[in-house]
């Protein structure tokens, strides 16, 4: 099993600052590694799929990267909106998923 | 617009079975592949099974493999599955969620989820 690690696990930001989340793989998922945000009490919401490719209606500050087995969410400038938790998950072997970074305010 | 409604969580006995179903409208059902995953405060976010767009390949995670079948439904645009010999830490909120056109893929449409409990 692909193992999925975050980081860090609690990431506090300011508004209107740049957040960076961290997905590691235990080995190689190619590339085939989304993102996604939940917010308290609310179904997970695709963000990013492709490693790099914004789901429908998802704004612009939000970009991914990476290759191989390290993955970056970006969240270029901070909106209230935003604050919440994000998960990545691997589809290159079955699925994966990390255990989440949860994202507030600083 | 793409809705998935599950169903057929409750409480159920350690050694039970369940068999939850998830509705899904608003797109062509027959083309996606499917998948269910489960949420705990404990372990997130864990997947428990796929199946195909035509049903013909499908499988469980190693956690509920022997004790997981999922089956779908494209007439009816329903997707199951169905759970037995469950455990406490079976114990979860159950999400049918949208797969891929042609493979295993991440998941763009969430159901609510349904909840289940394992306890005596």
């Known amino acids: 099993e692909i193992v999925m690690t975050q980081s860090p696990a609690i990431l506090s930001v300011s508004l209107g600052e740049r957040a960076t989340l961290s997905c590691r793989a235990s080995?190689?998922?190619?590339?085939?590694l989304a993102w996604y945000q939940q917010k308290p009490g609310q179904t997970p919401r695709l963000l990013i799929y492709d490693t790099s490719t914004r789901a429908t209606g998802i704004p612009a500050r939000f970009s991914g990267s990476g290759s191989g087995t390290e993955y970056t969410l970006t969240i270029s400038s901070l909106q209230s909106e935003d604050f919440a938790v994000y998960f990545c998950?691997?589809?290159?072997?079955?699925?994966?998923f990390g255990q989440g970074t949860k994202l507030e305010v600083k | 617009q793409v809705q998935l409604v599950e169903s057929g969580g409750g409480l159920v006995k350690p050694g039970g079975s369940l068999r939850l179903s998830c509705a899904a409208s608003?797109?062509?059902?027959?083309?996606?592949?499917m998948g269910w995953i489960r949420e705990t405060p404990g372990k997130g976010l864990e997947w428990v099974s796929y199946i195909s767009s035509s049903g013909s390949s499908r499988g469980c995670a190693d956690s509920m493999k022997g004790r997981c079948t999922i089956s779908r439904d494209n007439a009816k645009n329903l997707l199951y599955l169905e759970m037995n010999s469950l455990r406490v830490d079976d114990a979860a909120v159950y999400y049918c969620?949208?797969?891929?056109?042609?493979?295993?893929?991440?998941?763009?449409?969430w159901g609510q989820g349904t909840l289940v409990t394992v306890s005596s």
């Open positions: 969620a949208r797969g891929g056109k042609r493979r295993l893929e991440y998941f763009d449409y």
């Open positions: 608003g797109f062509s059902f027959s083309d996606f592949y």
């Open positions: 080995q190689s998922v190619s590339s085939n």
């Open positions: 998950q691997q589809y290159n072997s079955w699925y994966t």
